[in-house]
């Protein structure tokens, strides 16, 4: 009769950091790149307080809405003047470059990116190494897990995502805005195209989340006794397959959106238009 041997109680001793022969690296570095590229554009933007809005067209950059400077109001380009601001002012015009004109929609915004699970695996791996890649040595010492602040904060993610989910109709609005002519009636310009990209990427990626799933198809015993909300599941289950894709895609979408909306509001260059 053979003897069957007890599981082994610690790890494998093995020297070598990994043994994976692929470019490892490759992954961490370039997210790396990518997401401080990103950060530093976006809060230079964030604070620049110009060139955010496009009166004759209603076009209205993401990095700036809503929009609650006194700025905001009466904004001026190439002779045609608009309000940005839809739900009203609070912040002074003094506060231009200390304080960003989209205050409260940003914070949420941000929260809601740094606990997705998608960012969280992102960062972890090329801020932290923790782990830097799979199967390979991470060079800390001790890991606790989400238990302890700050990383506790992770376990609010639904909460930010309910947040992103206004903001996104509040961008919805200001999308369905940008369907503006010139002579004031119904327009159709590069600019509109953009921005309504950027929105339905944006829905995507919003809608993809973890937390939607759960929030749609949750705390059901029987999803036969509730056919629409497993019709909404499933195709919040298909989305959910690409998260992180639409995740790094609305990255790029936003930059496009913003730097669009910055060049047409500071005269750089003109809006193509389509239909006026």
Known sequence: MSTVEAPARTRARIKERTLRKDNWRLYPITTFVIFTAWV???????FWGSAFYVPQYHYLTP??????NEICNGVTVDGHTGDAAEFGTFLPAGTRGFIPFAVISLPFLLLFRLTCYY???????SFWASPPAC??????AKYTGERRFPLIGQN????FWMAAFLISLVNTWDAVRAFHGEDGGFGI???TLILVANVVLLWAYT???HSCRHIVGGRLKHFSKHPVRYWMWGQVSKLNKRHGTFALITLGSLVVADLYVALVASGTISDLRFFN
Do not use: D, N, Q, W
Not at 135 to 140: G, K, L, R
């Open 207 to 209: 809608l993809s989340c």
């Open 189 to 191: 310009g590069l600019g």
């Open 40 to 46: 530093v554009y976006a809060t230079i933007r964030a």
């Open 135 to 140: 199967a390979v040595v991470e060079p800390h």
């Open 63 to 68: 990095f700036y809405s809503p929009c609650f």
């Open 119 to 125: 960012y969280r695996k992102a960062y972890y791996r």
């Open 156 to 159: 609010l993610h639904r909460y």
